[in-house]
């Protein structure tokens, strides 16, 4: 069974720093690509980062220059260094991975950036 558990939100100052964290159980997490998305409320899910299983990365342009997803196999773990918060970065923030074409998503961690 596949579990991803998000941690790391919180409430913050804009031009702070945050970093959120994703714990996955269930996969050989070391040979899956994992995913950033955030949701803001009204909004659609926003893709923000991805990271490959050698840690090749990719990132949303809202974000490019001020995010740094990393992870670490040895602890099924993948992070988002969110640098320079601006308060459109308010969101839910989730990590997923994709397994046999089926979506897997974490319960999601609030970021809100306010003065």
């Known amino acids: 069974q596949v579990q991803l558990v998000e941690s790391g939100g919180g409430l913050v100052q804009p031009g702070g720093s945050l970093r959120l964290s994703c714990a996955a159980s269930?996969?050989?997490?070391?040979?899956?690509?994992m995913h950033w998305y955030r949701q803001a409320p009204g909004n659609g899910r926003e893709w923000v980062a991805s990271?490959?299983?050698?840690?090749?990365?990719a990132y949303g342009d809202s974000v490019k220059g001020r995010f740094t997803a990393s992870r670490d196999n040895a602890k099924n773990t993948v992070y988002l260094q969110m640098n320079s918060l601006k308060p459109e970065d308010t969101a839910f923030y989730y990590c997923?991975?994709?397994?046999?074409?089926?979506?897997?998503w974490g319960q999601g961690t609030q970021v809100t950036v306010s003065s």
């Open positions: 997923n991975t994709v397994l046999s074409a089926e979506n897997y």
């Open positions: 990271i490959g299983p050698g840690g090749n990365t």
């Open positions: 269930g996969i050989i997490f070391s040979i899956y690509y």
